[in-house]
């Protein structure tokens, strides 16, 4: 049964909030030392063409030609792809609080987040969040990346919501006081159980708590 409350829509980050981060400076260091690239020089590479990529104006294979397979390397793009995909892991207790939530409020569910497009693609499928996901403003397919603001416009125009409307689960600060600043309720998500308690002041409970019913 649904319940009432302000809050019609949750925009949700992917990395940090739903599953771990997908291509970090932590991820990136796995990679370094597991095929032994020199890290400094990858990190330079990445910074300088990952913002390209992340807009979708480059595949994962032009990116990893800049950042990787510049030189002649002694394993395959494909086991290289395999590892970075193999990165990705869920936080269940998040995906099912969204999911949850989704039901028993009958929110509209927005993902705003910066990826690119493979690795977005492979996140979306593999953890089946097309299931509860009304709407991907993913970087990669809109060609705006977060800080811009003209994501979170946009995203408000696809979900046909005011921004009061609006609760954002954001893990990364900065994005989070952006969105205050633009009228929508904002959590900086650090761990599940702050989380649900910052969701419940906001009138969305996991056990509906007393939030008036409706037909």
Not at 82 to 99: D, H, K, N, R, W
């Amino acid at each position: 049964m649904k319940h009432a409350t302000a809050i019609t829509c949750l925009f949700v980050d992917i990395g940090g909030v739903l599953l771990t981060n997908g291509w970090d400076h932590l991820a990136r260091q796995r990679a370094a030392t597991h095929f032994d690239l020199e890290l400094a020089d990858m990190e330079d590479r990445h910074h300088l063409t990952v913002d390209t990529y992340e807009e979708g104006k480059l595949t994962l294979d032009d990116y990893l030609g800049r950042v990787v397979f510049h030189q002649e390397q002694p394993f395959t793009r494909a086991q290289f792809r395999s590892y970075m995909f193999a990165q990705s892991q869920p936080y269940s207790e998040m995906i099912a609080l969204v999911a949850q939530l989704k039901l028993r409020y009958g929110l509209k569910i927005v993902v705003v987040s910066n990826e690119g497009r493979e690795l977005n693609e492979h996140r979306i499928h593999t953890f089946k969040l097309d299931e509860f996901v009304d709407a991907f403003i993913s970087s990669c397919f809109v060609h705006i990346r977060k800080p811009d603001t003209d994501i979170f416009r946009l995203a408000l125009d696809i979900a046909q919501v005011s921004a009061e409307q609006v609760d954002y689960l954001e893990n990364t600060l900065m994005f989070v006081q952006i969105a205050e600043g633009m009228g929508m309720h904002s959590l900086l998500h650090t761990d599940y159980s702050s989380t649900c308690a910052k969701l419940a002041s906001l009138g969305l409970r996991q056990d509906g708590g007393t939030s008036r019913e409706t037909s």
